[in-house]
């Protein structure tokens, strides 16, 4: 008999799973392909008089897909006869494709129990090379159609958005690593990447980066929704002139829906300043509309702003980049100076303003990116510029959250480090002070803790919310009648001094207020219980003793009686008692020792 051996089926399963990521891409291409086409298929059924076959409307959907990972389109049917790009991506279209794409990356990386899985650049390559297969297959189907693929964009963007995806797929089956940077890095920067206090700062940062990006697509998708809500009428119209069936108005819609993210970061670089251009000669800015604008008739396009000098709401547009700015700071000022955290740990002035401006890049460096794909050619001619200008816009979003988020994140941090107890700052302010207060206390008694008018015990925080407080607390200490001659509930519900549990009591608190405890405060009352009373304790005692048959004995008494005569006395008076145990018999010499 033959046995394989371990390196063999080692290799094999090895095989396998890269032929199983390679499938996974495959697939993922294919649901997003396939998805689309269904969605065509059942527009173009729907039509009463389509334009072709159900040939061209698979084609036309094989170039839509595409059109979703940043190929640029050429519309060979013009009415001059000259092909016509189209290079503006819809992004709601994109998030399909990315999603699949990341998501058969991350299963293929993942091990499966029992399984050998591929290694992480094998699993990178076997999904992006499945998926780049579907994607040739698919510009190869959609040439002789009505919108194919310009060949120069397969490589970049199409092919760099697939590589993308599936790399943060790997990244996030690894647990999103952080480092180590490669090797052929400056030494600085690998020594840097190494410390886990230079992590948690970037990842600070990139958080607050995706905070700004954040407001300024909130910000700009309000902007177009006001100006929409203006001239409401002046959409409608154009909605309804493009389509005259309900099959055509369907059409139009999804459309437009897949291009709002596009009108948001149109919105956000009209609020930034430099504002979006409406074919190569006009640019539509806070300022207001320069030259003329070469607008096609669409629902979104209602809310350009009209010609002419820009007026107060136009301006208005400008607290967009500082809502963005002011999130920055705070995001930052967060795990800068923690509401839970003690005022050493708090970041220094320095270093805030660093991770500060850091984010600021992230938020320029993201808002470049996006208004990258958020424009492009609509046309030839007039149409061949449409959109924001991304080598103006990232720049614009770096600057208005450096110059203004850099002091909101110092004043910030001012703020959440301030000395008085906030009622959310109460516990770090506590952490900070008692050390401070004990060693003072060690050192020195306070002196005129009863002279004190307000009552405020020696180094307690006094509360903005009850100010009433600190005098009851006071009064509640000392034992003092209040103002209305009566006594306070916490000196009212102190028992008696021949008490245990009152003397106990005291004990901690006057222990606490040498020590100069802020934050210790009497109880406002005692338990009213009997259970722990002595002539309960002595039924219990007696019960018990009679369930025991006799082998327990009387209530025992104080031992450690008073010092002195009467005190041996006493202890004499104990041994000469008699056991309350009868006496048992002497075991027998070879027998069993006695039952106890």
Known sequence: MTQRSP?????????????????????????????????????????????????????????????????GLVRPDTLSGVPAPVGMVPLLLALGPVWLAHRAARDAAEPEEGRTGPSRAGAFCAVTAGYLLVVAGAAAYARSGPLRADPDTLVFPVALV??????????????????????????????????????????AACRSAAAGVTVLLGGGALLVAVALGRDAAAAQDSFLALAGDWSGRIAVLLLAVSLVPNAALWGA??????????????????????????????????AVPDQGPGSLPNWAALAVPVAAALAVAWFTVRRAAPADAPRARAWGPR????????????????????????GGPLGTGALSAFGPVWWLTGPAALVWTAVLGVPAALLLRLWRLRTPGWAWRRDAAEAD?????????????????????????????????????????????????????????AASSVPAPGSASGAASGALHGRAAEQGDAGFEPYDFLPTDPWHGKDTREARWASLKRGSG???????????GPAGPAGSADRAGQADRPDPVPERPAAEPGGPGPTP
């Open 7 to 71: 390196k063999v089926t080692v290799e094999r399963n090895r095989t396998l799973a890269l032929v199983s990521a390679l499938v996974k891409g495959v697939v993922a291409a294919g649901l997003g392909l396939g998805s689309l086409a269904v969605l065509v298929m059942v527009v173009w059924i729907s039509s009463p008089y389509p334009d072709s076959g159900p040939g061209g409307a698979l084609r036309a959907a094989a170039g839509v897909w595409l059109l979703a990972h940043g190929a």
């Open 162 to 203: 697939v590589a993308g995806a599936a790399a943060a797929g790997v990244w996030t089956a690894a647990g999103r690593p952080f480092g180590p940077p490669p090797s052929w890095s400056p030494l600085a920067l690998q020594e840097a990447v190494a410390r886990s206090l230079f992590r948690r700062r970037v990842e």
């Open 351 to 374: 270093e805030t303003v660093l991770v500060t401006l850091l984010a600021a890049l992230g938020c320029g460096v993201g808002t470049a990116l996006l208004t990258a794909v958020a």
């Open 269 to 302: 670089a009209y609020g930034l300043g430099p504002g979006f251009s409406l074919g190569t000669g006009a640019t539509a800015t806070p300022l207001g509309l320069d030259g003329t604008p070469a607008v096609p008739r669409f629902p979104l396009l209602a």
């Open 433 to 489: 002070e008692l050390p401070a207060a004990g060693a003072e206390a060690e050192e020195e008694e306070p002196e005129g803790e009863g002279e004190d008018e307000a009552g405020d015990a020696v180094g307690r925080p006094r509360r903005w919310w009850a100010p009433w407080r600190g005098r009851g607390g006071a009064a509640g200490e000392s034992g003092d009648a209040g103002p209305s001659g009566s006594a306070s509930p």
């Open 550 to 560: 006799g082998l327990m004995a009387d209530f025992p008494v104080d031992i450690a």
